[in-house]
Every structure is written in C-alpha cells, then in structure tokens.
C-alpha cells in the first residue's frame, strides 16, 4: 500500500508542476510565430583538423579535405543533378558520332563504287584500243612493207596523169584535170583549168571561138603523152588573175583528177613547204620538179602571186603546184623570170605561181565550184555552137 500511495503522490506532483508551467509562460507574439516558422539555419559541422603526426613516414588522411566544409544539405540536394547532365551530354555525343560515322560510310561507299566505275570504264577502252590495234596492224604491216617505187606510182597517179599538154601556134603549154562529168547526151566533160595567157596562144586564130584544137593527155599504158588530139573549149577565163577554164568532150571519162588541197591546207601554207612544179616544159612530157614556196607576196600589176623555187620553164605555165608530202593541188603555175632584154635568161628558180585561194576563189564566182567538191552549182555550157556561153552572175568569195 506504501508503494501504491507513493506512485500516486509522485504523478500528482508531476501534474502540479506541469501546471504551474502552463500558467507561467510568456505570451506568443506574432513574432515569435514568424521567426518559429522561418527556416532554421543547420550548422555546418566542421570536422577536427588532424593533427601531424611525429613519425615522418606518416600522413594524415587526406580524405577530410573533401568532408570538411560540404553541409548535408548540400551533400544530399547537388548530387541528383549531376548524373542527369552527363548521361544527357554523353546521348547526344554518342547521336552525333552514329550520324558521322554514317554520312563517312555513305560517302566511302559512293567513292568505292564510282572508282570501280571508272576503272572498268578504263579498262574497256583498254581493250577496245587493243583491238583496234590489232586490227590495224596487218594493214600497218602492208603498209611498211611498200617499195618506193610503189610509192612513186601514188605520185605519178595524183601529179603527173592529171597534167594534160596545150599546142597551138609554134608554142606550148599546160593544164591540169579537175574534175570529170556525165553529160545528158551521155558524152564526158573533161574540165581542165590552165593560164589565160597560154589559151590566148595555143588558140585557134581562125575561129571566132576561143578553141584549142591540140590537147593532149597522158597515156598511162605507153608512158608518154597519147598522138590523140582533143578540142577544147573556154567557158570562164580571169585575165587579170592569169586563169582560164576549158573543157573537153570525151567518149569515155579521164580516171586521173588533181586532188585538191581543203581551204585549210591551202590557207596553213608557208615558205619553206616542199612542191613539185609539174607541167610539159619545152614541149615535153609532163615532167615533176622539187623545190619549196619561196614568197607569198610577188606583185604583179594588180594581183599578187607566190614563189617557187622549183625549176620551171617555157612550157610550165598552166601546169600544177602540188604539196609534195600528198600530192595535192595548191596552185597554177603562170610566169617565170627573164633577165636581160636582147637576149633574155630565163632564171628558172624564180618561177611565179597563182596560189589555189584564187582559183577558188574565181570558180565560186563563176559558178563552178563543184568542179572542186564543195557545191552543187552547176557549169556554163561551152560553145559548141553560133551561141555565145551562158553568162553567170557573180558571186563574192
């Protein structure tokens, strides 16, 4: 029962005091409701400073540099955030680096294919250039194999057949074979272009017509000129150009025409060029001679010719100046030099020529440039008759 009264006694203490407490507080102002509600400032703990330690192989734990100073709330609020911006950064370096290594894929995939392109392409035309070559080959072969004299028989058939002879008078000339041609009647037209000066000569004086009644060609079979004798006819003539067009009446047509060089050819020309002259000097039969254009520029009147240094004499003039490398036709040959008056010298290196830029030149405005190739015009009729030939506008160059 002792016990029993003291525990109540002891409660009933407890109470009085707790009481007496309650009566005895100060009034809360509101202040101090404010301040109750404002956060609390947490001290940061600092952490004991180890202490050196006497023995010089031992060192302080360097790990309360990194505690001290670094408050939970720190501890605890700034290490979330941290992960979140590096898994982020490492995303989109790891997005961009994917694209790079494929847009490089893309490209070193385009590049493979485009060079294996190329080199099949190469080395297609490899092969079809072997094979061309090898196709070339025997005629290259035949071709190295030819003898001069086969040669020599390409520049007879381009120089020396295509000359024809002019007689008349007690004088001689020459001329050179253009172009062959089918009349409606079926007769062949021989068209030969020659010197003015050398028709005006050789023609028939008891004619009205400009006639000349003894042209001679070539025979090839008897290796000298035919004892055939043809009439020919004028139907264009450029005296002051020293230049005449004739033309002949065949049964059969003559296989050996000039080869005219392209206006190209003709316009690259220079001194120096190697040609042959060929025409029927003194009478003879046509007969080739070597030399080089020796002047572009030897006027004469009015006009201007070239220079020759081929040997070339009374009889030449009409013939052909031809390209010695091919054969082709660049000029007419129309004077020679004299020296002295009582008894001239001819001075045969010196020999003058109309360059074909001129005969061109004259046969489109005739009308006649077909003869050369290039047009489809065609010829002024010659005078087989009491009518005079046909006149032909003109044309400029």
């Not at 028709?199 to 400009?210: F, G, M, N, Y």
């Amino acid at each position: 029962m002792n016990e029993v009264a003291g525990k109540h006694l002891s409660l009933a203490l407890l109470v009085l005091v707790a009481l007496y407490g309650l009566l005895t507080v100060a009034p809360i102002s509101d202040g101090d409701v404010a301040q109750a509600l404002a956060p609390a400032e947490v001290p940061v703990p600092m952490l004991p400073i180890p202490q050196a330690d006497s023995n010089p192989n031992h060192y302080p734990d360097e790990s309360w540099e990194l505690a001290a100073g670094v408050s939970d709330v720190e501890s605890v609020d700034s290490q979330p955030f941290e992960p979140v911006v590096a898994n982020l950064t490492s995303d989109i370096l790891a997005a961009e680096r994917a694209r790079i290594l494929s847009e490089l894929n893309s490209q070193r995939e385009g590049l493979r294919r485009w060079v294996g392109n190329e080199i099949d392409r190469t080395d297609r035309k490899i092969r079809d250039l072997d094979s061309r070559i090898e196709a070339l080959l025997p005629s290259l072969a035949s071709s190295s194999r030819k003898t001069p004299g086969q040669n020599n028989k390409n520049k007879v058939a381009r120089m020396i057949y295509p000359i024809v002879q002019l007689r008349g008078n007690g004088t001689v000339g020459s001329g050179v074979v253009l172009k062959n041609e089918v009349g409606e009647d079926g007769i062949w037209h021989v068209w030969i272009v020659t010197a003015y000066h050398v028709v005006e000569e050789v023609r028939d004086l008891t004619s009205d017509k400009v006639v000349i009644k003894e042209l001679r060609f070539f025979d090839p079979e008897k290796g000298r000129l035919s004892e055939i004798c043809y009439d020919g006819y004028e139907v264009a003539s450029l005296p002051e150009s020293d230049l005449s067009l004739i033309r002949v009446d065949r049964s059969s047509p003559w296989p050996y025409e000039a080869v005219v060089a392209q206006e190209q050819v003709c316009s690259s020309l220079s001194v120096f060029d190697s040609v042959y002259a060929v025409g029927c000097p003194l009478g003879n039969q046509p007969l080739p001679t070597l030399g080089e254009i020796s002047s572009q520029h030897k006027p004469v009147g009015e006009e201007v010719y070239w220079m020759v240094n081929a040997p070339t004499y009374f009889g030449n003039s009409g013939g052909g100046i031809f390209l010695a490398k091919d054969g082709e036709l660049v000029g007419i040959s129309s004077m020679i030099y004299t020296y002295g008056k009582r008894s001239p010298m001819v001075v045969p290196h010196m020999g003058l020529f109309v360059p074909f830029q001129t005969v061109r030149s004259w046969l489109r405005r005739e009308g006649y440039s077909y003869l050369l190739g290039n047009s489809s015009s065609r010829p002024v009729p010659a005078t087989t008759g009491d009518e005079a030939p046909e006149k032909v506008g003109t044309r400029s160059f």
